[in-house]
């Protein structure tokens, strides 16, 4: 398996209340990204990460924000957390976005958000 | 934008039944394809990935899947099922804009 940790795994929070998810890898690859997992929409793409400071937005990233200061770590912030950001998070990895290349997966983080 | 289809959101069969999952994206050009699986209270991991070359690809635990360019699909299947194939399959396109485009999912649940 890829070297990524997820911290925390679980979460329950309030409504209004600012969220901040850890994505840790130890592979040195240099794309990050952060999905949202829910029943009958697969995963998709909040924000991803080209490089150090190097973001950009994915699918639904309405009401978050990223930041990666190193290589290894990766962050998403709900600056204030919605039932409607009730989800299953996943970080993943990769070394290149090239099409062949693979993306791998962290452990997630269920968030509930009340 | 890419989409993809996956039109079996939930299958059940018996050990040692036939398993083929179908997944359709919208449109063409150069795509990447790939099959993941997630197992209960997993995390995503790679089954297959087809990038080039023979259409037929085979991935791990004796999976494989047929890209057919003309009817945009890249079906994964499996001639003899087990228990522990039970799982969410997800089926993922990745086109020139590099983004992975995920399917809903779909659940499998094998009888014992």
């Known amino acids: 398996d890829a070297g990524i940790t997820q911290s925390p795994r679980h979460k329950v929070t309030e409504t209004g209340t600012p969220v901040t998810l850890r994505c840790h890898q130890t592979?040195?690859?240099?794309?990050m990204y952060w999905y949202r997992q829910d029943p009958g929409h697969g995963l998709r793409l909040i924000h991803y990460s080209y490089g150090v400071k190097d973001t950009d937005k994915g699918e639904v990233s309405d009401g978050y924000s990223v930041s990666r200061s190193k290589t290894e770590d990766f962050l998403l912030t709900l600056e204030s957390a919605t039932s409607s950001q009730t989800s299953v998070y996943f970080c993943a990895i990769s070394e290149s976005r090239t099409g062949a290349d693979t993306q791998y997966f962290g452990p997630g983080t269920r968030l509930t958000v009340l | 934008a890419q989409s993809v289809s996956q039109h079996n959101h939930h299958v059940i069969l018996s050990e040692a039944a036939s398993l083929e999952l179908g997944c359709n994206y919208s449109?063409?050009?150069?795509?990447?394809l790939f099959w993941y699986v997630q197992y209960p209270g997993q995390h995503l991991q790679l089954l297959l990935k087809y990038f080039s070359g023979d259409p037929l690809v085979k991935g791990i635990k004796g999976f494989e899947a047929e890209f057919i360019k003309s009817k945009f699909s890249f079906n994964l299947r499996k001639p003899s099922v087990q228990w522990s194939d039970t799982a969410e399959y997800f089926c993922a396109v990745k086109d020139s804009s590099y983004k992975l485009i995920f399917g809903s999912g779909t659940r499998l649940l094998v009888r014992p």
């Open positions: 592979e040195n690859h240099r794309y």
């Open positions: 449109y063409g050009g150069t795509v990447n």
